[in-house]
């Protein structure tokens, strides 16, 4: 898959909006939304055309794919998957994505960042379902339970984001106790907080 190499910063000042990419420095002065409120290259400052139809598509599109932080490809093949199963194609594509096992760790409160959480995945520090779980893109099942491995607990990179992320909010879909966690059910559209209108996403795929 490719990888973005360059700031993740830029991605949040492309869309204008804070994606929350960089853990806790997004939460502080020094998030470069915050001192730079407008898009990234020597034209970012001056760009005062009228966004067209597709534009407005593609942005949503854009924002929703770097929240998350997938590729094109990976975006893609969700939206098809919403859109043959039953229900309304944004809420599934959101749906689909939210359930993703690096954002599921994220929003349990064990990763500052998706970023974060897709590297502790990748390096083998959770289970599902008592069985080690090393592949980010797993799509959870309401029901299924996630937790910290039992000799990971004891390091201290995983310990001080248990303590940090102790006091952090969890989704009502969501339940957690300490190192353990549950998918309750798979969310609702007003559980889901991503700053799209997912609607616009289907226009832009659908045309």
Known sequence: MARHTDPVCKLCRREGQKLFLKG??????????????????????????????????????????RYYGLSESQFHRYYEMADRAAGMTGTNLLRICESRMDNVVYLLGWASSRAEARQLVTHGHFQVNGQKMDIPSRL?????????????????????????GAARPVPAWLERGGPEGKLLSLPERDQIFVPVEEHLIVEFYSK
């Open 24 to 65: 806790d420095r997004c939460y502080t002065d020094k998030c470069a939304v915050n001192r730079r409120s407008y898009a990234p290259g020597q034209h970012g400052p001056s760009r005062k055309q009228k966004p067209t139809e597709y534009s407005i598509q593609l942005r949503a599109k854009q924002t929703a794919r």
């Open 140 to 164: 959870l099942r309401a029901g299924d339970t996630v937790c910290i491995k039992e000799k990971s607990r004891d390091g201290e990179k995983l310990k001080a984001l248990l303590e940090g």
